[in-house]
């Protein structure tokens, strides 16, 4: 499992950001390989963070390809202050799997494997 994490400060949205953002997150949670997406904000500090959990690199490439996903890198800087992208292997996961996620595909997409405990 990989999880691209779009960690950003905002200028202020307005309804084209809103119309762009919700068609990338549509069309993400579209592609085979989408596992679901966590979202935080940090009211103290204006940060927010979007997690995306994916099932292969392969999946997580088809949203950077993206060609909405592209356009809104362009324009970034009139909704965005800066921001920092982690992608990153899970290497593994315990407790709740779904706590704090959305948007999960259904369960049979998801493979058992995907939560084991560290080894002691």
């Not at 960690?7 to 596992?35: C, K, Q, V």
Request: aromatic share 10%; net charge negative; charged share 30%.
């Amino acid at each position: 499992m990989y999880t691209s994490t779009f960690i950003f400060r905002s200028t202020g949205y307005d309804d084209e950001f809103h119309t762009r953002n919700d068609e990338i997150a549509e069309r993400a949670r579209a592609i085979p390989g989408f596992l679901g997406e966590e979202e935080w904000g940090n009211d103290r500090t204006g940060l927010h963070s979007e997690v995306y959990y994916w099932e292969s690199l392969d999946a997580l490439h088809q949203l950077i390809g993206m060609d909405a996903h592209r356009d809104a890198k362009g324009r970034r800087e009139r909704w965005i202050d800066s921001y920092r992208v982690v992608i990153a292997e899970v290497l593994s996961t315990y407790g709740d799997d779904d706590l704090g996620l959305e948007h999960t595909p259904d369960a049979g997409c998801r493979g058992s494997e995907e939560s084991q405990s560290p080894a002691s």
